[in-house]
């Protein structure tokens, strides 16, 4: 295996991709909202990328939990845990860019410290952490092990993010997807752009996967090596 | 479990008060914090009153990770994990025995330092109950999921950095739903304080479960 | 009753290297095996594995019965390791340290005591480990091991360091625990004094067990 | 001097290219602790842009405070201490040389969170000149400051714990002008900034110098 | 030109407690001397003050000339200690902790590699410090000891840990160091190996030295 596509992906890759221009399309024709103008168009991607971070993020626990627990081991999921977490914090790094983008024109100011947002910001961080215990150096099972518990931690930032709108007055949107919210072509230019972005997701996550697995490939190829030249340390030492 | 877990605080508690590292330098520094908040903020435009909540419960964060570092600092060595590994002891009972003597540790911390926001930024403690309350729960989770990752980090020849920066986060939460807590409490509206005990019930509940089903893997493989 | 271990081409990794590249070694119960070798042959991995420290990526390890591959911590209750670092708490007075390594194993406090004065340390029970010379630790985690009684006894240089009193004293320790029963493995440099106590030796080199040859 | 000054750093700065320490664990907790403290403050009641100097600089205080503990981690074990006086270099020379790689990483440090105060405080950076100038300053004395107290610390088993005690009262008056110096810069009247300024300069002369002066002494019978 | 140390009725304390009680001793330059003694008795003590790390608070000492009382940092130049604790840099590869070594003391690269060669390390060099076995990590602070020239090598148990190959090495560099004029003062346990290097043997206990034998 030299690429790491496959039918599979390449497949994905295009739903992806289509659905993509299909999200922009469908965003740039929605009708412009008398308070915001066009800005209010950016609700057919954000809260899709916000949306797929969660996703990422949960994942990310839910591989790391399959790896702790001792029957279902596997570096499957050590895989799938670090994989998701990296899209992950790609995508929350969106969710606040094109978040700020909006909130220039919405609020007057790039930031504020409104719970939403703290607790995107805090989630990024907390990612980011994830990644450096995976870059402390050691054994692929050690790293793996310590990583996992990480990553089944950090997931309680989720949902909390999640609720802030409810758990605080906040400035940012609650759900707008409640009934009755919103009108109902931006309703389905969110729809769309979640499936699209979730699409994107997968692809990328699936890709990333295989590099890992790779990786581990050239490893255990080397291994054998190793153990060789370990061996010839007894005839030369 | 529970007798290893007595074993274990009773030794780093004796520790502690052999060598009184907590009560002669992380309380210093605690303090130190609360007036260098202080400082930074320049009282005279009137912030202090309205923060002390949130400046309180940031000098416990930061009085907490040195606590916890000491606390995986007396397992002495590199092979502090191999140490631990080979004490016969059960991991659930680590765990909750360096949590429990962390957690006694930072009631202590706590106790100073209310008195010290009531001095210095002439809070009045109104509600006491819903801010003892507080406190207890939220050391339960600061000390839990400090000990998770202080275990983590022990032995690694980084994990003076690496210990912060995976325990803030995690326990940010904490510090959130307990300061909003006692700015109710200071304020003397402890009715929507209430409301965010139940949340800080939760995650000391989540921290020490979590604790306690993976502290074994920790210690093992990790 | 199967042997005390079993290590059948086991690899053990450090990272990417492979500290052990199929190790077979087989010691008897109540036997006393001296593992020698260059520095770096893999002695202390060896004896790490056994002790269910180092895991085993390939290969089979058996250890009093428990396979090592199913699980680590199992074996642990039953076996003693004293390693190049002395796992021991600095703060700690050398009493203090022994009653708690008696305790963790729900040995009474008079076995610490009765440890701690068989490796002369009467004179030093109440200074702070961390003011202890470097024999003098390493004799206070041999007595800690001590004061458990293990079935087996994992020994990484267990002379190193102390004086010749005390490895007479190291010596009998030995005889004693394999005239009871016990098994004992020692990994040592100074052949002469470690083969008088050994009924086995094995030669490591290059992360694998050499020759095994009966000792006269 | 120099030339050991040179040999030290060159050392500490290659062990953190192949450690990246800083960059990986330091570095996101400064930016956490920023965001942790605009969240204590309870924000939506507009402390944030006044308060944003003073968060910055105890941001920047608490990430040098790791970045500290991490110099003299390297310095391997208990024996540190012993390490560095056989080492056969010169004391003022080794101070220099840690005190230059620490201020090396708390510019690179500083840089990004004036970054992150920009983007979240949505504080402007009126007077650049000024805030440069300030931060300049206040690195050399807080790394001078720091490293001084580091190997005090050093080798200890309380370092951890002892170490911010020790290292955040001396600087707070570092802190406290150049929060003040910022605080002009940001709000864009350097006029008064540059008195601070002094301050400032005065405070890293004299660090550094009692550095260079009392290193060896530290370093021989503390 | 007086002797390379001497020690006259000097008292150390480490705390309260005189781990060196009133300590006499002369070492000649250009001779290799043993110091031996139960764990405790003050070896390691000793060579630490002769190394002006540990400072004497009765008595005098002079060690090549310095009086250590007036100034224990001038002798460090000319003096070269290893010790229980290998004073290296965990983070560096072999290579780069040797370079750093010499590199302090003003000695070109090729010095490190020669000594690194000398102790067989070639191999290691690019190995992290904290990866390599106990025994290695002595190799590797005895290299960095040999790249730099210093007038008094103070060794305290050079052989321990070090595999048989290794203990000749030790062996040889000790007497090459003493052939050229330098002087060696060695703390072992193991006399007989210690016994054949070294010139005279001193006895300590309970912080003094005893009998000052010539050996055969
Ligand atoms: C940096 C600024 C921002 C950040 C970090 C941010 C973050 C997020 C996150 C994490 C979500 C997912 C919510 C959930 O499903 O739990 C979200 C959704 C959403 N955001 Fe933002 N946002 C930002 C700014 C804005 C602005 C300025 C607007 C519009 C005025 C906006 C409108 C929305 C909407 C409509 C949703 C979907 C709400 C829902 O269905 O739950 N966001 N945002
Ligand atoms: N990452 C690595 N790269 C290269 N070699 C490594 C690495 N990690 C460990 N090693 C080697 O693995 C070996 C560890 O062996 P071990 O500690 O068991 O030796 P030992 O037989 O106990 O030696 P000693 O007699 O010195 O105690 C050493 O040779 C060490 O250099
Ligand atoms: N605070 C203290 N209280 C009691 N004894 C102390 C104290 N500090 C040090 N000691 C004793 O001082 C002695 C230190 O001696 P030193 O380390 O020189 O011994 P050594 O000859 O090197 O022994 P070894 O052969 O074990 O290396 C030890 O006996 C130690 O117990
Ligand atoms: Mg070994
Ligand atoms: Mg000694």
């Given at each position: 295996m030299t690429s790491t596509a496959s039918r599979g992906t390449r497949v994905i890759g295009a739903l992806a991709l289509v659905g993509l221009v299909v999200t922009v399309v469908m965003g740039l024709t929605l009708p412009l909202t008398e308070e915001q103008l066009e800005y209010s168009r950016l609700i057919a991607i954000h809260p899709a990328i916000a949306w797929c971070a969660y996703l990422a993020f949960f994942v990310t626990a839910l591989g790391s939990a399959l790896y702790l627990w001792k029957s279902t081991r596997a570096p499957l999921w050590d895989h799938v845990a670090v994989a998701s977490a990296e899209v992950g914090v790609v995508f929350t790094a969106l969710t606040l860019v094109t978040g700020s983008i909006w909130g220039r024109p919405t609020w007057g100011v790039w930031w504020v410290w409104d719970a939403r947002l703290t607790t995107t910001a805090l989630m990024f961080v907390l990612y980011l952490g994830y990644l450096a215990v995976r870059r402390v150096p050691a054994a692929p099972d050690v790293r793996a092990t310590r990583a996992a518990v990480v990553g089944l931690l950090a997931a309680v930032v989720v949902p909390i993010n999640h609720y802030t709108v409810e758990w605080w007055r906040t400035l940012h949107q609650g759900e707008s997807l409640a009934p009755g919210t919103l009108d109902g072509r931006f309703k389905v230019a969110m729809l769309v752009g979640f499936l699209a972005m979730t699409l994107a997701y997968a692809w990328l996550l699936v890709h990333r996967m295989r590099v890992e697995r790779l990786e581990e490939r050239l490893e255990s190829e080397g291994l054998d090596l190793a153990i060789a030249e370990r061996q010839a340390e007894a005839v030369a030492p | 479990m529970w007798r290893d877990a007595m074993v274990i605080a009773g030794r780093d508690l004796r520790i502690e008060r052999r060598s009184r590292v907590v009560t002669n330098q992380v309380l210093p520094f605690a303090l130190l914090v609360i007036v260098l908040f202080a400082f930074a903020l320049d009282p005279d435009r009137g912030v202090l009153d309205r923060a002390a909540a949130g400046l309180f419960w940031l000098a416990v964060l930061f009085s907490a990770l040195l606590a916890i570092q000491r606390s995986f600092a007396i397992e002495a060595t590199d092979e502090a994990r191999d140490g631990l590994r080979l004490s016969g002891l059960d991991p659930a009972g680590i765990f909750l025995g360096k949590a429990l003597a962390v957690a006694a540790q930072l009631v202590v911390l706590e106790v100073v330092l209310t008195a010290g926001i009531a001095v210095l930024y002439g809070s009045e403690l109104r509600g006491p109950l819903l801010l003892a309350a507080t406190a207890l729960l939220a050391t339960i989770g600061l000390a839990a999921a400090g000990t998770i990752y202080g275990v983590l980090a022990?032995?690694?020849?980084v994990r003076e950095t690496l210990l912060p920066l995976l325990v803030l986060p995690v326990v940010a939460p904490v510090l959130l739903a307990s300061t909003r807590a006692w700015e109710a409490g200071l304020q003397g509206v402890p009715g929507e304080g209430w409301s965010w005990l139940r949340i800080l019930g939760v995650f000391a509940v989540t921290y020490v479960a979590v604790g306690i089903a993976a502290f074994g893997t920790l210690l093992e493989d990790a | 009753m199967g042997p005390a271990i079993r290590l059948r081409s086991a690899v053990a990794l450090a990272g990417r290297f492979?500290?052990?590249?199929?190790a077979d070694l087989t010691v008897a119960r109540g036997e006393v095996a001296l593992v020698h070798g260059a520095n770096g042959a893999g002695k202390t991995s060896l004896l790490r594995v056994c002790a269910g420290l180092l895991p085993i990526t390939d290969g089979d390890a058996e250890v009093l019965g428990h396979d090592l591959r199913a699980d680590r911590r199992a074996v642990r209750r039953s076996v003693a390791l004293l390693g190049h670092a002395t796992f021991l708490y600095?703060?700690?007075?050398v009493a203090e340290q022994a009653a708690f390594a008696a305790r963790a194993f729900h040995r009474p406090k008079a076995a610490a005591d009765a440890a701690l004065a068989r490796l002369g340390l009467e004179r030093r029970v109440d200074v702070q480990v961390a003011r202890l010379s470097a024999g003098q630790r390493r004799r206070v985690a041999l007595a800690c091991l001590v004061a458990r009684d293990a079935e087996l006894w994992l020994l990484d240089e267990p002379h190193a360091g102390l004086d010749a009193a005390n490895r007479d004293v190291v010596d009998e320790l030995i005889r004693e625990r394999a005239a009871s029963g016990g098994t004992v493995v020692l990994a040592s440099h100074e052949l002469d004094r470690a083969r008088a106590v050994a009924g086995h030796s094995f030669a490591i080199a290059g992360g694998r067990v050499q020759e095994d040859a009966r000792v006269a």
């Open positions: - | 022990a032995g690694l020849r | 492979p500290v052990l590249a199929g600095e703060d700690l007075t």
